[in-house]
């Protein structure tokens, strides 16, 4: 960074970047500001592309791209964000009924609030209903969850690779209860 090297200058000391959220109170504070550029953010952290559309996605804020040996076309996980204090087993229905009509053989829910572990079962009894996608052997959660909490402390969707990376680099098993 120029401010550092050219200048000397410390990051959080001398100066601050603002917008990019790096704790989870950022992260609040960013859905709070722009509900958008927060599911921007939250899709690029798991090394999605976002969804052109602002508005009627149909579900869709985003999509991961992942390869499977052997094969020519890529696989997709299509991403949604939930920023709001309150996420229902609605939102897990309404994904899953995505992921049914959708081409992808994922999909991923991202959420900024952590949820309690009742309802956290809830959400991953209803997401393995949708089964796993088997690549080389290997059984991948067709449907993942990861709060922004997880995100920001390194996890990742689990899939056999995301494009140009390694399998399973970055990737962290995902909790299944």
Known sequence: MRLE?????V????FMIEGIPRSLEGACDLWERDKYQFQKW????????VTARRTGDGGIDGRLYFAEPGRKDLHSMVLEVKGSASVSIGAVRD?????????????GLIILNCIGPRKRGNFVQEMAAAGDLNVCGVPYPRMQLLTVAEILNGHRFQTPGVMGKAPGQLNLPVSRG
């Open 95 to 107: 994904l899953r009924g995505v992921l049914e009509r959708d081409t992808a053989s994922m999909a």
């Open 11 to 14: 990051e959080g000391e001398d």
């Open 42 to 49: 939250a899709v690029e952290q798991v090394d999605g592309f």
């Open 5 to 9: 090297g050219r200048l000397g200058l």
